[in-house]
């Protein structure tokens, strides 16, 4: 079985000895300070590619943004990262990046007010998600990047409190390995 066919049924995990880099991945803040997962080893690191058009991204990131503070208790690190372009192929102009990012926010004031969280455009090429995940077909698309910046699962689409759960599956597995 190919990963495409494991990707289109939803969820994906990898073995420990079949895991895949991820840590060339970088994503930019809004101050434009880079996050790579490379900086980020030691911890296990969630990544939630999401649209501004889509209610189960919605959905996933602010289950992020409610898990972000207890982030470091548990030694995980977060990266909500829009995948929505900039621009269209033909040059016009699209709600994405960080457009989108602050469309999202707004439209989403009352909740970000009490739980404030950042948000990551995808770095490209070298940088970008396509070098451990093929490439994104839908969304929202959930990578967990284990301690090592290698990738132990995927999971496309969202289901309620699933960025906690594949957080804690990740950490029994270590436990069990320890």
Known sequence: MTFEDHYTKGHIAFAPGK??????????????????????????????????????SARMVMEMAQLFPRREKFGFEILAVNYDASRMSDGSEA?????????????????????????????TGKEGAINFINQVESLPLLAVVDRDGKLASLDSGYQDKEVGMRVSQLMKEEQAAN
């Open 19 to 56: 895991r895949v880099d991820a840590s060339a991945f970088t994503a930019y803040g809004k101050d434009g300070k880079p996050v790579s997962i490379a900086s980020l080893k030691g911890k296990i690191v969630v990544v939630g590619f999401w649209s501004y058009h889509c209610e189960p």
């Open 95 to 123: 709600t994405g990046g960080w457009a989108a990012v602050r469309s999202f926010e707004l439209s989403n004031r009352d909740f970000f007010k009490d739980n404030p969280f950042p948000f990551f455009i995808p770095g």
